[in-house]
């Protein structure tokens, strides 16, 4: 478990059913809770990603125009929403 106000917890529910000894500071567990901890950033990315996804700019990667990457070319971003070129190139 991992809340927002920086508590961790970190159960060893076969062992410890009742939950009564937190191991998130054990150093015998460190590498499961990195790989939990990984896990659980890794979750909440994606899900920030596809809650966020409806407000994207650009839905598409802009490597497939000719015209990205050449000399003198800049990034785009950001652009609004309503400019003509951005729905041109979407």
């Known amino acids: 478990c991992k ?5 961790a917890l970190l159960f060893d529910r076969q062992e410890d059913p009742l939950e009564q000894r937190n191991l998130h500071d054990d150093i015998v567990h460190q590498s499961t809770r990195n790989r939990l901890d990984a896990a659980l950033a890794h979750t909440v990315m994606a899900y920030t990603a596809e809650g966020h996804f409806d407000h ?7 490597s497939q125009y000719a015209w990205f990457g050449g000399e003198g070319w800049q990034r785009p971003f ?13």
């Open 3 to 7: 809340y927002s106000d920086g508590t």
């Open 56 to 62: 994207r700019v650009y839905m598409h990667d802009l």
């Open 78 to 90: 950001p652009r609004r929403v309503d400019d003509p070129q951005a729905r041109q190139q979407n």
